[in-house]
């Protein structure tokens, strides 16, 4: 096949280019099981260090709960490594069966469908319900494949700004005319850390007739007071039409995702969305350590009130450190740097000081937004938080930034 010369060299200089800004992705090995604290080999060759890990979706520390793992094993056991099939051929096992219908009690909704990931959730459900009559409305930070999936769809699109409830509400006027005005919005927004004031988006909702999608795929598990999610949290629990959310976060960490919420919306799911009826089914072990994940955040909240704890400890001591963070009520703390570059380098530094972190920059955030998105887990002491602080705290001076605000900070280092 041919690679032309001059295509070869284009892309290497846009790697070049990558480099010289002190940019470049790399990804570090992990030679132990997910958890708060981690073996990771960085760089490449280098013999591995043990780090506390604050980058994990592992918001409730059961990605290698022993229960989880053996309920995992069972399932390989019984039913196999995979499907080796879509589900409407001979994908469907028992267990997806049963892992939907717990799904469904779980998120007080009528019905619910996996799919392999969230993000093809989110790739299929806007085209399988919507037409050219019809208009999606979503807030301009919701996730990348929500963006992805809203492209694939023939409805209108618009935007209100960023949980700006004045603004949906004149969107919502303007939109009178369409069949469905469909809300899209995050639960949690997973760069922020902020919540979507369901609340308020349901009135909104109810006052202009109008349809609720949410992706609650950084708080199914643990927002709310039982764990269901931030419909809980607003205290919203059947009024949301679509929920879609993951079960490689909080609910497990393997993989697989899904759409809950109207009857005729998941089965217009099961009929026509793509992801759904052109990949392979969740792997039977998965959906066995998901029903294992279920029953355990649903017999007791100990999990999540720990993992409330971590967060009030961290969000309250890193701005008393000097840190610029992000407002919000989610284990998901950015701490603002603004700089793509000084993220990278503080994200290294602190790597050499035992904490494992990620520098976020353009085009994953707005540009002159760089930061290093901090996650709380269950599993994470504070002890541990008090010891990643003092990291940060001895990275942070090395620097210059401590106690500097936004402006300082760009004054400092620029965007």
């Known amino acids: 096949m041919a690679y032309p010369s001059v295509v070869q060299e284009a892309y290497q200089a846009e790697l070049n280019a990558i480099h010289e800004k002190g940019i470049f992705k790399q990804e570090r090995f992990i030679h132990s099981p997910q958890a708060a604290g981690i073996s990771v080999e960085f760089p490449a060759g280098q013999a591995p260090r043990r780090v506390v890990n604050l980058c994990s979706n592992n918001y409730l520390g059961l990605s290698s709960h022993p229960e989880v793992v053996a309920a995992a094993h069972k399932g390989l ?31 007080g909704t009528e019905d619910t469908i996996l799919f392999p990931s969230c993000m093809d959730a989110n790739g299929g459900v806007f085209e399988a319900v919507l037409n050219d009559q019809d208009v999606m409305i979503a807030d301009r930070l919701v996730h990348a494949s929500i963006v992805d999936g809203m492209r694939l769809c023939k409805a209108m699109q618009d935007t209100f700004k960023h949980a700006d409830m004045k603004h949906l509400e004149q969107k919502l006027q303007e939109h009178q005319d369409k069949r469905v005005r469909l809300i899209i919005t995050d639960g949690v927004f997973s760069m922020d850390g902020d919540l979507a004031p369901l609340d308020e988006i349901v009135a909104l909702a109810e006052k202009y007739n109008a349809m609720v999608f949410v992706d609650d795929s950084h708080a199914s598990g643990f927002m709310g007071k039982t764990g269901r999610g931030v419909h809980e949290h607003f205290n919203v629990v059947g009024k949301i039409d679509i929920i879609t959310t993951t079960l490689g976060k909080a609910l497990g960490g393997a993989s697989g995702g899904c759409v809950s919420g109207r009857k005729e919306i998941v089965e217009l799911c099961r009929q026509k969305a793509r992801p759904y009826l052109f990949s392979n089914a969740v792997p039977p072990p998965i959906t066995a350590g998901a029903l294992k994940v279920l029953e355990i955040v649903s017999a007791s909240t100990e999990r999540r009130d720990r993992l409330e704890e971590n967060q009030k400890f961290w969000r309250q001591a890193v701005p008393e450190a000097g840190f610029v963070i992000k407002d919000g009520a989610s284990p998901i703390v950015p701490i603002m740097l603004f700089n793509a570059k000084l993220s990278q380098d503080v994200a290294c530094d602190l790597f050499q000081e035992g904490v494992y972190v990620i520098g976020f920059f353009f085009p994953v955030v707005a540009a002159g937004q760089a930061r290093i998105r901090t996650q709380m887990s269950a599993d994470h002491d504070i002890p541990m938080l008090k010891d990643a602080l003092e990291a940060f705290k001895k990275v942070g001076a090395k620097y210059g930034i401590l106690g500097l605000d936004k402006k300082g900070i760009i004054e400092k280092y620029g965007v």
Do not use: A, N, P, W
Request: charged share 30%; with cysteine.
């Open 77 to 107: 056991d019984e039913r196999g490594y995979g499907m080796s099939s879509v589900r409407f051929i001979c994908g469907t096992q028992d267990l997806h069966r049963q892992l939907e219908q717990k799904l469904t009690e779980f998120l």
